[in-house]
T-cell receptor, first 110, second 115 residues
Framework: SQQGEEDPQALSIQEGENATMNCSYKTSINNLQWYRQNSGRGLVHLIL?????REKHSGRLRVTLDTSKKSSSLLITASRAADTASYFC??????????FGQGTRLTINP | SAVISQKPSRDICQRGTSLTIQCQVD?????MFWYRQQPGQSLTLIAT?????????ESGFVIDKFPISRPNLTFSTLTVSNMSPEDSSIYLC????????????FGPGTRLTVL
């Protein structure tokens, strides 16, 4: 299975701290995407990184991709209470199908 | 990005009945997908909704249980048939907005509870 694994499964930090989540996958990919989900609602697309890219930034988000290790990380800097959510990585390989990781539940404490 | 709506947003159904979920996009899209998210779990792709032809189902999902329609480039439905409590999940549609993008945008989801 290509399904990714994320760690940690849950992360609790203080507001203002940085949060790092990791994602590993098993097969070759075309791209990797990160999503946020608040309280079981729809997914919000955060960032897409292609297999030939190593790092990408979007606001307070930084994503890295290491295809040799088949892993990616999502860094959220200067966290806010509104960042409390579940974060999922999803890998794309052909036909635009996405395979999702198990997710990281992030809690930002005020 | 595409704006996606789903109806209903949530429903509580009796076992043995069927529910049809609608997904509407504000612009024409190339591809539409349906996912299931069981309680506390990640998302699993059910099928790709093909415009004008039968949907393409993933392993473990069959047309008799999850019939899908896609009559045009902005609309699709997923029916959950002969429901059991194990079908209680969030069902989400997603779209690819164009030929040159790999970014999938998701609808708000439909939370289904089967009693």
């Amino acid at each position: 299975s290509q399904q990714g694994e994320e760690d940690p499964q849950a992360l609790s930090i203080q507001e203002g701290e940085n949060a790092t989540m990791n994602c590993s996958y098993k097969t070759s990919i075309n791209n990797l995407q990160w999503y946020r989900q608040n309280s079981g609602r729809g997914l919000v697309h955060l960032i897409l990184i292609r297999s030939n890219e190593r790092e990408k930034h979007s606001g307070r988000l930084r994503v890295t991709l290491d295809t040799s290790k088949k892993s990616s990380s999502l860094l959220i800097t200067a966290s806010r209470a509104a960042d409390t959510a579940s974060y999922f990585c999803a890998t794309g390989r052909g036909a635009q199908k996405l395979v999702f990781g198990q997710g990281t539940r992030l809690t930002i404490n005020p | 990005s595409a704006v996606i709506s789903q109806k209903p947003s949530r429903d509580i159904c009796q076992r043995g009945t069927s529910l049809t979920i609608q997904c509407q996009v504000d612009s024409q899209v190339t591809m539409m997908f349906w996912y299931r998210q069981q309680p506390g779990q990640s998302l699993t792709l059910i099928a790709t909704a093909n415009q004008g032809s039968e949907a393409t189902y993933e392993s473990g999902f069959v047309i008799d249980k999850f019939p899908i329609s896609r009559p045009n480039l902005t609309f699709s439905t997923l029916t959950v048939s002969n429901m059991s409590p194990e079908d209680s999940s969030i069902y989400l549609c997603s779209v690819l907005a164009g030929f040159s993008t790999d970014t999938q945008y998701f609808g708000p989801g439909t939370r289904l509870t089967v009693l």
